[in-house]
């Protein structure tokens, strides 16, 4: 799992470091060069979704999802303690849904290409929602693993 995160990790890194050179490289040649690259704009959206999904399963990895908790909270401890499996169940199976749902998905959309980069297909923004869905599906399987241990914040990052 370290080295499975540690990719994971690295690949949102990379990401977000592309899309901050092809947004800047996008910026240089129309307003200082007055060239219109047009192929930047579609690939820096790309890679923004990928890094958005890839972000959402690193947010599922590590706890930090957003989540609306006012009822489990006015609840209290105890009924807490009694719903908490159920979302988690609830949670997986959406997932899991999302996961099944996305597959045909991608193969549908896989012959389309992006208008301005034509070997670019526009599978790989769906693909983004698979692997996405995958990795959540791993991370919430992945405690129920003899002798796993969920790493602590300091250690996931090491």
Same mark, same amino acid.
């Given at each position: 799992?370290r080295?499975l995160?540690?990719w994971?990790?690295?690949a949102a890194?990379?990401?977000?470091?592309?899309?901050?050179?092809?947004?800047n490289?996008?910026?240089?040649?129309?307003?200082?060069?007055a060239v219109?690259? @047009?192929? !930047?704009?579609?690939?820096?959206?790309? =890679?923004f979704?990928w890094l $958005? #999904? *890839?972000?959402?399963?690193?947010?599922?990895?590590?706890g930090?999802?957003?989540?609306?908790?006012?009822l489990?909270m006015?609840?209290?401890?105890?009924?807490?303690?009694?719903l908490?499996?159920?979302?988690?169940?609830?949670?997986?199976?959406?997932?899991a849904?999302?996961?099944a749902a996305?597959?045909?998905?991608?193969?549908?959309v896989? @012959?389309? !290409?992006?208008a301005?980069?034509?070997? =670019?297909s526009?599978?790989w $923004? #769906? *693909?983004?929602?698979?692997?996405s869905f995958?990795?959540m599906i791993?991370?919430?399987?992945?405690p129920l693993i003899?002798?796993?241990r969920?790493p602590r914040?300091s250690e996931?990052?090491a």
């Amino acid at each position: 799992m370290r080295v499975l995160n540690r990719w994971v990790d690295a690949a949102a890194t990379g990401l977000f470091a592309a899309t901050l050179v092809l947004v800047n490289v996008q910026i240089l040649c129309r307003f200082v060069l007055a060239v219109g690259v @047009p192929w !930047t704009e579609e690939v820096s959206r790309l =890679i923004f979704i990928w890094l $958005a #999904y *890839l972000g959402a399963a690193i947010g599922a990895r590590e706890g930090t999802l957003i989540v609306i908790d006012t009822l489990p909270m006015l609840l209290g401890p105890r009924v807490r303690r009694v719903l908490d499996p159920f979302v988690r169940v609830l949670s997986f199976a959406i997932v899991a849904f999302l996961f099944a749902a996305s597959i045909p998905l991608v193969r549908s959309v896989w @012959p389309t !290409t992006l208008a301005t980069v034509d070997w =670019i297909s526009n599978g790989w $923004a #769906y *693909l983004a929602f698979t692997a996405s869905f995958g990795l959540m599906i791993l991370y919430s399987l992945a405690p129920l693993i003899p002798g796993f241990r969920r790493p602590r914040s300091s250690e996931a990052r090491a």
